[in-house]
Nanobody
Framework: QVQLAESGGGLVQAGGSLRLSCAASAASLSCYGLGWFRQAPGKEREFVAAITRSGDNSYIADSAKGRFTITNANAKNGVALQMNRLKSEDTAAYYC?????????????????????WGQGTQVTVSS
């Protein structure tokens, strides 16, 4: 059983930064890939970033390119999301997810359907 817990959310002014962390239980060593997704009120959940455990491949949503960075946090068996130059449209609940096994192509880590476990989320609110 993989347990995921997000932290680092909060209220920040537009242009500011936040660093989200996803801490996982030791079983997360079996995660093939880890991803971040977000969901704003009244909207569908959307992809933000993903990375393979090996670090060989990582992906960032177009809306976040140049502002967000995803890294493995191997010491904590998890993943981190550094968010810079935040905008009001980044306001959402952010969720960490774990994919247990390899995929036919790592680009499928962009789709929430392929994840096996999810954290409970951390709220990010960006004030304009």
């Amino acid at each position: 059983q993989v347990q995921l817990a997000e932290s680092g959310g909060g209220l920040v002014q537009a242009g500011g930064s936040l660093r989200l962390s996803c801490a996982a239980s030791a079983a997360s060593l079996s995660c093939y890939g880890l991803g971040w997704f977000r969901q704003a009120p009244g909207k569908e959940r959307e992809f933000v970033a993903a990375i393979t455990r090996s670090g060989d491949n990582s992906y960032i949503a177009d809306s976040a390119k140049g502002r967000f960075t995803i890294t493995n946090a191997n010491a904590k068996n998890g993943v981190a999301l550094q968010m810079n130059r935040l905008k009001s449209e980044d306001t959402a609940a952010y969720y960490c997810a774990c994919r247990l096994s390899a995929l036919s192509t790592d680009t499928l880590l962009k789709y929430d359907y392929y994840y096996n476990y999810w954290g409970q989320g951390t709220q990010v609110t960006v004030s304009s």
